[in-house]
């Protein structure tokens, strides 16, 4: 599991390294052709995460409700996030992958409820979970590096 871990870490340093390149308007704008903003994609990795691994193993989420409800699949951009909450979604990249790292190894991970995905691939465990959230926050990435190309060019 510590290249799976590392991976994870990866792809969240190449999102903060984005992210945290541009503007918060840019952040905040839909580019042409997409139906949600960097700042969306950015919160919906960090809330799929906690959903992914702590929901479904009965751990408590680190992130608040309301937070989780904006942001989960399914929503879309509704509203700009704040200035502070870019600023905590940013600090939280780093944050909730040391958090989940350290949770994994220290054992607290001992149930999980399976959970067919969207993607059409079925989690049983929570390596399972782990190795299919990296997929999604990768394929996100490539969203959000699409949509700063477009804000680039527009």
């Known amino acids: ?56 193993s009965g751990l408590e989420m680190l992130l608040d409700d309301v937070f989780i409800e904006k942001y989960r699949k399914g929503s879309k951009h509704e509203s700009a996030l704040s200035k502070t909450e870019w600023k905590l979604s940013l600090d939280l990249l780093a944050n909730l992958a040391k958090r989940l790292e350290g949770d994994y190894f220290a054992g607290k991970f001992v149930e999980f409820q399976r959970y067919p995905t969207s993607y059409g691939y079925e989690l049983q465990n929570i390596e399972d979970a782990i190795l299919f959230n990296n997929i999604h926050e990768a394929l996100h990435l490539g969203y959000m590096m699409s949509m700063r190309k477009t804000l680039n060019s527009q």
């Open 1 to 56: 599991m510590k290249s799976a871990f590392d991976l994870f870490r990866t792809t969240r340093e190449r999102i903060y390294d984005l992210a945290n390149d541009m503007a918060w308007e840019e952040v905040n704008t839909i580019p042409d052709g997409f139906s949600n903003s960097i700042s969306w994609n950015l919160a919906h990795i960090l809330v799929t995460q906690q959903l992914l691994h702590y929901k479904l």
